[in-house]
């Protein structure tokens, strides 16, 4: 066995990278970082697929194992992939994928397995930079290496992967892929950061990476095997030309069609007519038709784009299109908003509930519990299409994701605001740019819900053209600008700061200039959707909807909370039972009290109130009679409280028998005039006569 290791340096972390030991079938490494260690395979098949695409998969699974846990429910087995787990096999994907040949069509399975966490130190970033090692070593044509670098702002400091605690204060957090001479992928966001701040964020990652793409070069040296050859197809540079001229006065005219359906109507209908004419001449070559076909319509667009500032729908470079919003344009849901800008419409909804609904995950981190959540849904009526509906796609998870975390840095402090909060945007009509209309619809509907969000949030696609030295930067792009331009580039943010940011590229990478001129063009862009969204609703609603539950909350001492509970939870389910509340409590002594009726709130935190209360002489309670004796009666004034009322204390006269003034069950007014050593009450009815009814404490419920 011949292991071979290469180690680096990263700020104050130490990472190997180790090849020669585990999975040798395949491409393997073993990344460590402190106790974490994660195993990376890389295999691409030999015998390419007909296949118009790279048929690229990556996986990345955390197995409970890594932490020393079983795992959670009836089988105790590992199931379907979590959210967490898809993000980062999107995160492995997204700058691996760019640096395949272009006409590469073998089987490549990328698959990163978690084999020990310590909790400090992350796998999932050192996933990215394993794939990457994984495939420097095989002898796939890939054109690596990159490096996954976290970086968080903490404290105003600047760290290279964080630990998850400094994760969870940090203002900035970002996941950044980096090649030796740029950035190539981007994913993360900030507690309203300026443009300036996040672009000397990005660059401290680029830095960063450096010593891991040195250690990969190193160890590439000492193990790498013979990259196979890999030729593409020749091109008939006569026959194409041929093609592109046939097509050319067809497609420039359909490009200028600035309606998305009509535009594609007819560049399909000018294909259809190009492909025709050479299948009669040329049957065999359908392939080379269709190729040259796609590489003019690219010509056109991007020709359009970078030499006349024109785009497909006839805006500028640095136009967004019309936008339309609608406030609360449904009843029932707790917080709703319709958001449409061009041919991209979200109708995104808010739904606040109590503590019991947010999401609790059994993780290899802990028990994380979700107050906040985003889902986004694209359904395939939204593009005009027909197609199988088989489930949430790797898509809609990221989409969600990033809209979820453009919102999270304005919610409310859970202390201010304790609600679970729920936003669902459906996106009914696309053309680029929906899950940022997911963040403007989320953000609308929240503050329809009258969610008290610091600030109002924004997002914009843009996009980025490159013909050699000429840049063209396009703000709010179509769905065809970004299948046709070199990247997609996605930031959202208050007016003050950015809340995230999301970068795919499938040029070589960004360099700081470029980095910084898109950004203030974003600006630029999100200033101005913002002040449409603030003529609509310019802050949130005073007050949360009339079906949404009341939260009210309270603190009872610690040592309390077990008579609260009661044995076995029977005086905490009595009280739900009683008010039909939802009642959660946490070890802290924090209580929150939840249902549709104030009423019932109030009478639910009076007998919690009651319960903890202890009986203060001087002090005024409303009781109920439990027992008369001879000598006097029982009054109840706290849950399972009572004290005595003598008999010469129920009258400002004498008394003959108890039962002349008041029966068991009779409600009374009572004031506590003594509590002995032995916690013995003594009360008195006729002490209370004329007190203030303001004065009366009910702690009965």
């Known amino acids: 066995m011949n292991v071979i290791t290469e180690t680096c340096a990263v700020g104050e972390v130490q990472i190997s990278i180790e090849t020669g030991k585990l999975a040798k079938q395949s491409s393997a490494v073993v990344l460590r970082c402190g106790e974490t260690a994660v195993l990376v ?59 395949f040949p272009k006409g590469y069509r073998s089987d490549t399975q990328v698959i990163a397995t978690v084999l020990s966490h310590d909790k400090v130190h992350e796998p999932d970033i050192l996933a990215i930079t394993g794939a990457s090692a994984a495939l420097h070593l095989s002898d796939a044509p890939w054109a690596g290496p990159i490096a996954g670098v976290r970086v968080a702002r903490v404290q105003g400091k600047l760290v290279a992967f ?66 196979r050859a890999h030729v593409e197809p020749a091109v008939d540079e006569a026959f194409r030309a041929e093609v592109m001229a046939a097509a050319e006065e067809d497609l420039r005219a359909a490009f200028s069609i600035t309606g998305k359906h009509e535009r594609r109507d007819a560049i399909a209908a000018a294909n259809k007519k190009v ?45 967004v299109r019309p936008i339309y919003i ?35 995950l059994d993780t290899i981190r802990g028990d994380v519990t979700r107050s906040f959540m985003l889902h986004y849904n694209f359904l395939p ?154 003529e609509v609703l310019a802050e949130p609603r005073a007050d949360i909807s009339k079906h949404a539950p009341r939260i009210v909350t309270m603190q009872v001492k610690v040592d309390k909370i077990r008579e609260v509970i009661g044995p076995g939870g029977k005086t905490i389910r009595a009280i739900i039972e009683q008010t039909g509340c939802v009642i959660n409590i946490e070890d802290s002594g924090r209580v929150a009290i939840a249902s549709n009726d104030i009423a019932q709130i109030e009478r639910a935190k009076r007998l919690i109130e009651g319960l903890i209360a202890e009986p203060e002489v001087g002090a005024t309670y409303h009781g109920v009679v439990k027992r008369i004796v001879d000598f006097g009666a029982f009054v109840e004034i706290l849950p399972g409280t009572d004290g005595l009322v003598h008999i010469s204390e129920l009258e400002d006269k004498r008394v003959d028998r108890v039962t002349d003034v008041v029966q068991e069950g009779d409600e009374v007014v009572v004031k506590v005039i003594n509590v002995d050593p032995t916690g013995k009450i003594r009360l008195s009815r006729r002490a209370a006569f004329g007190v203030d009814p303001s004065e009366v404490q009910n702690l009965r419920g």
């Open 41 to 99: 395979t890389a295999v691409s098949s030999k015998e390419p697929k007909d296949l118009p695409f790279l048929p690229l998969t990556c996986e990345y699974r955390e197995y409970p194992a890594a932490a020393g846990k079983i795992p959670g429910g009836y089988f105790k087995r590992e199931g379907r992939p979590t959210e967490w787990e898809t993000l980062t096999s999107r995160f492995i994907d997204r700058p691996i994928r760019p640096l």
């Open 162 to 227: 964080p630990s998850w605690d400094q994760m969870k204060i940090a203002d900035i957090l970002l996941v950044v892929a980096a090649s030796r001479d740029a950035i190539v992928m981007v994913e993360g966001g900030g507690d309203q950061v300026p443009e300036k701040d996040m672009i000397d964020a990005l660059m401290f990652a680029h830095e960063a990476a450096q010593p891991l793409l040195a250690a990969q070069e190193r160890l590439r040296e000492r193990a790498g095997k013979a990259k």
């Open 275 to 319: 492909i025709e004419r050479f299948a009669a001449s040329h049957p065999e070559r359908g392939a080379e038709v269709l190729a040259a076909l796609g590489k003019l319509e690219k010509k056109i667009v991007r020709s359009r784009v970078i030499k006349e500032g024109r785009r497909l729908d006839g805006r500028g470079t640095r136009d």
């Open 326 to 360: 609608e406030a609360h344009p449904f009843p029932r849901p707790h917080g709703s908003a319709l958001f449409q800008r061009g041919e991209t419409q979200a109708l995104a909804t808010v739904t606040l509930g109590t503590e019991s609904d947010a999401q609790r």
């Open 381 to 534: 009526f939204c593009t005009g299409e027909a197609k199988p509906i088989r489930g949430q796609s790797r898509r809609e998870v990221g989409h969600g994701a990033l809209a979820e975390r453009a919102l999270k840095y304005v919610l409310p402090a859970q202390e201010k605001f304790p609600y679970t909060i729920r936003i669902v945007s459906e996106t009914l009509e696309s053309n680029g740019s929906s899950s940022m209309a997911a963040v403007c619809g989320g953000c609308l509907a929240m503050m329809d819900a009258g969610v008290p969000i610091k600030a109002p949030v924004a997002g914009v696609a843009m996009g980025l053209m490159q013909e050699g030295s000429e840049i063209a930067i396009l703000s709010d792009i179509l769905g065809d600008e970004d299948h046709l331009g070199d990247m997609d580039f996605k930031v959202t943010g208050t007016k003050t700061g950015i809340t995230a940011l999301q970068m795919d590229i499938k040029i070589e990478g960004l360099n700081r200039q470029v980095l910084e001129a898109a950004l203030e063009q974003a600006r630029e862009s999100r200033l101005h959707i913002l002040g449409k969204m603030l």
